[in-house]
């Protein structure tokens, strides 16, 4: 496995090999990776002959308050997960590599990006849109795989790529939980003991809402209602947004008719975690 810096170290091993006719598949990561991050791995290898990950915690995406010199990283380690899921290649980059001197050029989108995260983040998806394009537009995979953790994320970029025409199949990847439910993320290192204690309350809220869906609701008042009373049972933590949009469309709905997204953002002290799940139709 290799670990290149410049982005056209990436374009010569991707070129070299597309000439012996191998498939690519690419994960793209902010690093300090867990097994959430090894599933989209195993599936790139599962699909593709090279998979390349890349490892950049990218600037553009934080806003000017949230915690981006904070953001955890161990590359050592990262390499070790990568080598043992088979990528043949990391690309890890320096901010100046990817935003040169100037730089002023930007992706942008409305209406998928304006609720859920982009409320309380304005400047996040703009971020997302421009990196990956960058990144697609570097590494030229045939596939690129994002976890359903970020479902905005993922609905965000699969509506870019088809708007943009970028010929690249976007694959979503299941929720990677720890065994006591809660969902696998970077952040969660943030958690105290008695945090990481508070923040199954996500979880248990979500299944409650999911409860009330399997037994028939499909008004969407009674379904948040239980999802945040749940939440407000924790005094640790604090609601963010708690939101039922359609899946597709990330539109608030005030009934279930077709394929559904209940998602959360919820701050446990002062570590934001979100959530979600889909029910469908």
């Not at 998806?125 to 976890?147: E, M, S």
């Not at 970020?150 to 979503?172: F, K, P, S, W, Y």
Request: aromatic share 6%; charged share 25%; with cysteine.
């Amino acid at each position: 496995m290799e670990l290149v810096k410049t982005i056209q170290e990436v374009r010569v091993a991707v070129k070299a090999w597309k000439k012996q006719g191998l498939t690519v598949g690419f994960v793209p990561t902010m690093g300090y990776l867990h097994e959430g991050h090894r599933s989209l791995m195993d599936a790139a290898a599962a699909q593709n002959d090279k998979v390349v990950v890349s490892i950049f915690v990218n600037p553009m995406q934080f806003g000017p308050t949230e915690d981006l010199e904070q953001y955890p990283r161990d590359l050592e380690q990262d390499r070790n997960l990568c080598e043992a899921a088979g990528a043949a290649l990391i690309f890890h980059p320096e901010p100046e590599e990817m935003y040169g001197k100037n730089f002023c050029s930007f992706v942008d989108m409305t209406g998928l990006t304006e609720g859920l995260c982009g409320k309380s983040r304005p400047v996040h998806f703009r971020g997302v849109c421009t990196v990956v394009t960058k990144l697609l537009h570097i590494v030229q995979p045939d596939r690129a795989y994002f976890g359903q953790k970020d479902a905005q994320q993922l609905a965000v970029v699969r509506r870019m790529v088809e708007d943009l025409n970028m010929d690249v199949t976007i694959v979503g990847c299941p929720i990677i939980r720890e065994a006591d439910g809660l969902a696998k993320s970077s952040r969660n290192t943030y958690l105290s003991s008695e945090e990481r204690q508070a923040a199954l309350v996500l979880s248990r809220a979500l299944k409650a809402g999911k409860e009330k869906l399997e037994q028939g609701v499909r008004e969407a008042e009674p379904i948040l209602a239980v999802i945040r009373e749940t939440i407000r049972q924790e005094p640790m933590a604090k609601i963010d947004y708690v939101e039922l949009v359609d899946a597709e469309t990330l539109q608030p709905i005030d009934r279930v008719e077709r394929d559904a997204l209940a998602a959360l953002a919820v701050f446990i002290g002062k570590t934001r975690l979100i959530d979600n799940f889909i029910f469908t139709i």
